[in-house]
């Protein structure tokens, strides 16, 4: 189940097969697919979960999201987001990344709770929906009570480190009832202290990079670079040393 180094876990977005097999290569201990790292991260294809299970032997959790925007979905999108964690579960992710909230700024408990049943026995992440909840400890009373095994934030601002402070209060509050993993700007260059800040073991970075395009021929006039976001394994390799030090 990865390659878990003292007590400490390193999760990697992945964005493309590339990305993935660079991750694992570096020693990240999961991986949490992705697609559109522009809009926010939304669900991956069926084809690219399919690829990411047959290369990866390190924990799988796809991001169930299934359009840009905000977290509150109609029926249909709710629909959908069942439809692909049956998906998931069809092809052996080890979990699935979820979050909903109520127009108030509340966690959507009915919802939320039949999607953490439908995924069982896959593990259940809320992701960054919950930075956008007007009340953070009524929320992870709310995910906790729901069943989710861990909460992503930054703490409610652009960044863990902008958000260190409630992301130790959250830690402290959960008392070991479910995991509070910090991310978004998590680097090299701050996971350290960001660790001993927050009391935080689990941590969530993109190391991400923009790859250039591999074609030869370029019509000048679509005015474009065709860039696309891949890992930096450099900086995954660093993340894995800083973390085996502590």
Same mark, same amino acid.
């Given at each position: 189940?990865?390659?878990?180094?003292?007590?400490?876990?390193?999760?990697?977005?992945?964005?493309?097969?590339?990305?993935?097999?660079?991750?694992?290569?570096?020693?990240?201990?999961?991986?949490?697919?992705?697609?559109?790292?522009?809009?926010?991260?939304?669900?991956?294809?069926?084809?690219?979960?399919?690829?990411?299970?047959?290369?990866?032997?390190?924990?799988?959790?796809?991001?169930?999201?299934?359009?840009?925007?905000?977290?509150?979905?109609?029926?249909?999108?709710?629909?959908?987001?069942?439809?692909?964690?049956?998906?998931?579960?069809?092809?052996?992710?080890?979990?699935?990344?979820?979050?909903?909230?109520?127009?108030?700024?509340?966690?959507?408990?009915?919802?939320?709770?039949?999607?953490?049943?439908?995924?069982?026995?896959?593990?259940?992440?809320?992701?960054?929906?919950?930075?956008?909840?007007?009340?953070?400890? *009524?929320?992870? *009373?709310?995910?906790?009570?729901?069943?989710?095994?861990?909460?992503?934030?930054?703490?409610?601002?652009?960044?863990?480190? *902008?958000?260190?402070?409630?992301?130790?209060?959250?830690?402290?509050? %959960?008392?070991?009832?479910?995991?509070?993993?910090?991310?978004?700007?998590?680097?090299?260059?701050?996971?350290?202290?960001?660790?001993?800040?927050?009391?935080?073991?689990?941590?969530?970075?993109?190391?991400?990079?923009?790859?250039?395009?591999?074609?030869?021929? %370029?019509?000048?006039?679509?005015?474009?670079?065709?860039?696309?976001?891949?890992?930096?394994?450099?900086?995954?390799?660093?993340?894995?040393?800083?973390?085996?030090?502590?």
């Amino acid at each position: 189940m990865g390659n878990t180094t003292n007590n400490f876990t390193l999760e990697i977005i992945g964005f493309n097969i590339e990305g993935c097999r660079i991750a694992q290569a570096a020693g990240a201990n999961r991986i949490e697919l992705c697609d559109n790292p522009t809009e926010g991260g939304s669900t991956p294809s069926y084809g690219f979960i399919k690829a990411a299970r047959a290369l990866l032997n390190i924990p799988l959790y796809p991001m169930i999201h299934p359009r840009g925007g905000d977290f509150c979905y109609s029926d249909a999108d709710f629909n959908i987001i069942k439809a692909d964690i049956h998906v998931c579960k069809e092809l052996d992710c080890d979990g699935v990344v979820i979050g909903i909230l109520n127009t108030n700024g509340s966690i959507d408990k009915k919802r939320t709770a039949q999607l953490v049943e439908l995924a069982y026995p896959l593990g259940v992440t809320f992701h960054r929906a919950f930075d956008r909840c007007a009340n953070p400890f *009524e929320a992870l *009373e709310h995910i906790i009570d729901i069943g989710c095994e861990r909460i992503l934030t930054s703490g409610q601002q652009l960044t863990a480190p *902008e958000g260190a402070a409630l992301i130790s209060e959250l830690i402290k509050q %959960s008392a070991d009832r479910i995991i509070i993993m910090p991310g978004s700007g998590v680097k090299s260059s701050n996971i350290t202290q960001l660790a001993t800040t927050t009391g935080a073991t689990e941590f969530h970075a993109s190391a991400r990079i923009w790859a250039d395009s591999k074609m030869q021929h %370029s019509n000048s006039s679509m005015k474009e670079q065709l860039q696309s976001v891949t890992v930096d394994e450099q900086e995954v390799k660093r993340l894995m040393e800083l973390l085996n030090e502590l």
